[in-house]
C-alpha cells in the first residue's frame, strides 16, 4: 500500500526509515524538550532547607543526566524518595532554563531520603559511583557542561568523611583508568527541579533518551546490586 505526500510516493520500506530516523531524533531533542515545557511550568522553585525527620537520611547526589540518577536510585531498598533538583550554582537562578546553560554552575542533582536502618551511607556510595563515570570532567557521555559534573554535596561530617574514604580506595584499587573528579563539598541548597523532570524515566519509558541512556544504566544496577533492589522491581 502507498499513499502521496508532494508528489513522493511512500512505501512501506520508506515509511520504516522514517520511523528509525524520527526514533534516533528522540534522542537529540530529549534534552532540548526540556526548555520547551519550561514556559508551561513557571512556579516558583521550591528551595529546601536540610531537615531531616527521625530515623532518616539525606544526601545529595549529581552524576549527570538527573533522569539518570532519579531512577537509579528510586529501585534502591531503603531509599525513601529521590527528588530531582540543582545545587551548587547561584541561588538566584535555579531553573532548567538557566542551569542548562551551564553558566550558573548549579548540578543537576538528586537529592536522596533514605533510611540508614536499611540502607547505609556506604551502600548508597558505592552504587553511586558504579553506576555513572566519575572520571570525566563535566561530563557524562553526551551530556557536556559543569551541569553535569560528578559532585557529592554531602549533609553532615560523616557523610564527607565516607564520601572522601570511598574515593581515595578507588582510586587505588585501579577500578577506573583514570583519576576521580568528583567534587566532594557540602550542601549549601537544593533547589526542586520543574514537575516535568520528575519520575521522568517512569512517565516516559519508551522515549528515546531513556531506552537508549537511562535502560543500561538501570540493567547495569540491576545486575551489580541485585541485594539492593526494590522488591517491586525484581523479576
Given at each position: 500500500?502507498?499513499?502521496q505526500?508532494s508528489g513522493?510516493a511512500?512505501?512501506r520500506?520508506v ?6 530516523l524520527m526514533?534516533?531524533l528522540g534522542?537529540?531533542?530529549a534534552?532540548?524538550?526540556h ?6 511550568n ?6 529546601h ?12 547526589l ?8 532519579e531512577a537509579?536510585?528510586k529501585?534502591v531498598?531503603g531509599v525513601r524518595?529521590?527528588v530531582s533538583g540543582?545545587?551548587?550554582?547561584r ?9 542548562s ?9 538528586v ?9 547505609t551511607?556506604d551502600?548508597l556510595?558505592e552504587i553511586?559511583w558504579?553506576?555513572h563515570n566519575?572520571t ?8 557536556v ?7 557529592i554535596f ?11 574514604y570511598f574515593?581515595k580506595k578507588l ?5 577506573f ?7 566532594i563539598t557540602?550542601l ?9 523532570h520528575?519520575?521522568?524515566f517512569e512517565?516516559n519509558?519508551?522515549q528515546?533518551?531513556c ?12 545486575s551489580?546490586?541485585e541485594?539492593?533492589?526494590r ?5
Amino acid at each position: 500500500m502507498e499513499s502521496q505526500a508532494s508528489g513522493i510516493a511512500l512505501t512501506r520500506p520508506v515509511l520504516f526509515l522514517l520511523f528509525l530516523l524520527m526514533q534516533g531524533l528522540g534522542l537529540a531533542e530529549a534534552r532540548s524538550v526540556h526548555s520547551d515545557s519550561e514556559s508551561m511550568n513557571n512556579k516558583q522553585f521550591n528551595y529546601h532547607k536540610n531537615t531531616e525527620m527521625p530515623n532518616e537520611k539525606k544526601i545529595t547526589l549529581g552524576a549527570g543526566c538527573f533522569w539518570c540518577v532519579e531512577a537509579v536510585f528510586k529501585r534502591v531498598e531503603g531509599v525513601r524518595s529521590a527528588v530531582s533538583g540543582y545545587s551548587g550554582g547561584r541561588k538566584d537562578e535555579a531553573s532548567y532554563r538557566i542551569v542548562s546553560t551551564g553558566e550558573s554552575n548549579h548540578a543537576e542533582v538528586v537529592q536522596i531520603t533514605y533510611d540508614p536502618d536499611i540502607i547505609t551511607i556506604d551502600a548508597l556510595l558505592e552504587i553511586y559511583w558504579r553506576t555513572h563515570n566519575p572520571t570525566t570532567l563535566n561530563r557524562q557521555g553526551a551530556d557536556v557542561g559543569p551541569q553535569y559534573r560528578s559532585v557529592i554535596f554531602y549533609h553532615d561530617d560523616y557523610q564527607r568523611e565516607r564520601a572522601e574514604y570511598f574515593k581515595k580506595k578507588l582510586d587505588k584499587s585501579g577500578m577506573f583508568d583514570d583519576p576521580i573528579v568528583t567534587e566532594i563539598t557540602p550542601l549549601d541548597a537544593f533547589y526542586e527541579a520543574e514537575e516535568y523532570h520528575q519520575n521522568y524515566f517512569e512517565r516516559n519509558p519508551d522515549q528515546g533518551y531513556c531506552q537508549i541512556v537511562i535502560r543500561p544504566k538501570l540493567d547495569k544496577f540491576k545486575s551489580l546490586f541485585e541485594e539492593n533492589l526494590r522488591e517491586e522491581y525484581r523479576p
